[in-house]
């Protein structure tokens, strides 16, 4: 191999996949410290709910999950999916949370892979590392 050749190759490899994050943030009046999850079976990303939550709790906002209808003390919900990929073995690859206030949304946030030959190993991180920057900024207004 060529030494001129090696930036090439090491440039296209380093952008082979790229990772999006989207976020709308809550309002910067808001201030609660409670939220209730609604759960979603279709989810098959294990740590999802139990990251999501303790992620809520570093900004000191407990957390309930809930199936049905919404409890009658939950005065702010999240619904949420989760996707996952294959390459060696699962992982994340596609999030989104929707906060509300009774029925009016009050954030959102996305999470997205962009898988393009696979070569970023950052693929495999945890859940809890690819969240917490979501989580940050989505709650960026907290009080």
Request: hydrophobic letters at 40%.
């Given at each position: 191999m060529k030494l001129?050749?090696?930036?090439p190759i090491i440039l296209v490899l380093s952008l082979s996949a790229c990772t999006s994050i989207n976020?709308?943030?809550?309002?910067e009046s808001l201030s609660f410290s409670h939220i209730c999850i609604e759960d979603n079976p279709k989810v098959m990303v294990n740590d999802f709910v139990d990251t999501i939550s303790d992620l809520f709790h570093d900004h000191q906002i407990t957390s309930e999950v809930y199936s049905g209808d919404i409890p009658s003390h939950c005065e702010y919900t999240m619904k949420y999916t989760?996707?996952?990929?294959?390459?060696?073995?699962?992982?994340?690859?596609?999030?989104?949370?929707?906060?509300f206030r009774g029925r009016h949304k009050i954030g959102n946030a996305i999470?997205?892979?962009?898988?393009?030959?696979?070569?970023?190993?950052?693929?495999w991180n945890s859940t809890r590392k690819k969240m917490t920057p979501v989580i940050n900024e989505l709650l960026q207004n907290y009080i």
């Amino acid at each position: 191999m060529k030494l001129y050749k090696l930036p090439p190759i090491i440039l296209v490899l380093s952008l082979s996949a790229c990772t999006s994050i989207n976020v709308t943030p809550i309002g910067e009046s808001l201030s609660f410290s409670h939220i209730c999850i609604e759960d979603n079976p279709k989810v098959m990303v294990n740590d999802f709910v139990d990251t999501i939550s303790d992620l809520f709790h570093d900004h000191q906002i407990t957390s309930e999950v809930y199936s049905g209808d919404i409890p009658s003390h939950c005065e702010y919900t999240m619904k949420y999916t989760a996707l996952q990929s294959w390459d060696m073995s699962m992982f994340l690859s596609h999030a989104e949370l929707r906060l509300f206030r009774g029925r009016h949304k009050i954030g959102n946030a996305i999470y997205h892979l962009n898988m393009r030959g696979g070569w970023d190993f950052s693929k495999w991180n945890s859940t809890r590392k690819k969240m917490t920057p979501v989580i940050n900024e989505l709650l960026q207004n907290y009080i």
